[in-house]
């Protein structure tokens, strides 16, 4: 089965992005798509536009301190389960990670995007 038709935005900065989602609130973000895409091609999900994120660099990274981690929607999982800052601040993160999915998924979705999503299958919401 094939997505319905949808509109594809993809902004380079992060006021761009929020501009385009206060256009259209109805929009559905796209960060890693392992959730997201299967949904659509199913058509368990109509998505009427989509605006990608994953050109906008500040939303890929990593910051620890003492307190934890704080990580932005692009970051995946296999990137987020190598940092080795996460490991020692937040070693569950660490453990979980090696247990989602396999490589491909891991290299391609993004954490955030599974805990968004609340996917079973996905793992992490668990």
């Known amino acids: 089965m094939k997505p319905a038709p949808f509109t594809y935005q993809h902004p380079n900065t992060l ?16 960060a890693g798509g392992q959730s997201l895409i299967p949904m659509m091609s199913m058509r368990l999900a109509t998505v009427t536009a989509i605006i990608d994120i994953n050109g906008i660099a500040e939303l890929a990274k990593i ?14 999982h296999a990137t987020l389960h190598a940092d080795a800052d996460v490991q020692r601040i937040q070693p569950l993160i660490h453990r979980a990670l090696s247990y989602v999915a396999h490589p491909t998924i891991r290299n391609r979705g993004t954490t955030l995007g599974s805990i968004i999503h609340a996917d079973t299958s996905a793992e992490m919401p668990a």
Do not use: Q
Request: net charge neutral; glycine share 6%; hydrophobic share 45%.
């Open 63 to 76: 910051r620890t301190t003492s307190e934890g981690v704080h990580f932005g929607a692009t970051v995946r």
């Open 15 to 30: 006021a761009e992005a929020l501009a385009a989602y206060a256009a259209e609130p109805s929009a559905k973000v796209l």
